[in-house]
Each structure stands twice: as C-alpha cells, then as structure tokens.
C-alpha cells in the first residue's frame, strides 16, 4: 500500500478514455516521467502508479527535490494545476476542501520553525488565498464551501468534471 501526500489525494484521478490512453501511452513507450516521493509519501503519479500496475510494470520513482522555500503541498497544488485541465470550478471545489488550507498552513508553520517567515491565511482571508493558490475566483470558493456543507453528494462530481 503506498503512502500518498493527502494534498494529492484531493486531485482527481483520471478515468475513461483519459485513463485508457495513458494506460496505452505507457504500454507503447514506457513510463516516461517518474512518479515522485518524498519522506515515503507519493507527491506526484498516482494515475502512472495505477497504469503500470495495470500493465505489470514497476513504476520508476524519484525521490523530491524540494526547492528553497516550497513546501510538498504547494508544489503538489502547483504542479497539479499546471498540468491538469481542470475548470476553476473544480479548482475552486478542491481549494474549498478544509483540510487542503489546514495542510498548507500546517507545512508553513513548520517551515517556519526553520527559520522561513512568511504570512499564514487566517480567517476570512483563507478563501482568498486559496483562490489564488489554486488560480479559481474567490467567489467560486465561496460557493464551493456552501456547496460542500449543503450539497455534500455534489463535490465528487464537480472535481471529477
């Protein structure tokens, strides 16, 4: 059983035709991009991991380079966000999720104890930060929060598209 980073398991995971032409991509050329870890935990390749379970390939990994002043979790949402094509709404339902700021904000915290100082989302500011962490408007986080405590059955469906 693999370890994944919970800022990556709020990242839908490919289904359908997307899934089956990875799966085929893999099959045809190899895994070219390596699934990476950090600290035993899957950052990034959680789709790859299936396909080449899929295939009876063993998943070539890497282990994270973490840039000065990055935390996983900010680059899991970064990387993520620059390769997925997600709307802003599904952007906005996975930025709405509670535990994606507590997990930010946690890692800041700790980056803080070694010495980095950098300003922590707080209350009303939280849902503005994370539309800008996660590039979706923050009215569209708003109603993903209400969305979330109302119509909880809806938030699977909106991040998986």
């Known amino acids: 059983m693999?370890?994944?980073?919970?800022?990556?398991?709020?990242?839908?995971?490919l289904f359908g035709r997307e899934y089956e032409e990875l799966v085929e991509d893999i099959k045809d050329r190899g895994q070219l991009h390596p699934v990476v870890f950090h600290d035993n935990r899957l950052l990034d390749g959680r789709n790859r991991v299936?396909?080449?379970?899929?295939?009876?390939i063993t998943p070539t990994e890497i282990?994270?380079?973490a840039p000065d002043g990055v935390t996983a979790g900010e680059w899991i949402?970064?990387?993520n966000l620059q390769?997925?094509?997600?709307?802003?709404?599904q952007r906005a339902m996975?930025?709405?999720?509670?535990?994606?700021?507590?997990?930010?904000?946690?890692?800041a915290r700790e980056r803080?104890?070694?010495?980095?100082v950098e300003k922590i989302p707080q209350g009303s500011r939280s849902r503005d930060?994370?539309?800008?962490?996660?590039?979706?408007?923050?009215?569209?986080?708003?109603?993903?929060?209400?969305?979330r405590k109302r119509k909880p059955e809806l938030v699977e469906p909106v991040i998986n598209g």
Do not use: M
């Open 77 to 79: 949402v970064s990387t």
């Open 50 to 56: 299936r396909a080449c379970t899929e295939l009876g």
């Open 94 to 107: 996975i930025a709405a999720d509670p535990d994606i700021l507590d997990i930010l904000e946690a890692e």
């Open 83 to 89: 390769r997925r094509h997600l709307t802003s709404q």
């Open 112 to 116: 803080q104890t070694r010495g980095v």
């Open 129 to 147: 930060e994370a539309a800008r962490t996660f590039q979706t408007n923050a009215r569209y986080v708003s109603d993903a929060k209400k969305i």
């Open 63 to 65: 282990e994270w380079d």
């Open 2 to 13: 693999i370890d994944i980073h919970p800022v990556a398991e709020k990242f839908p995971l």
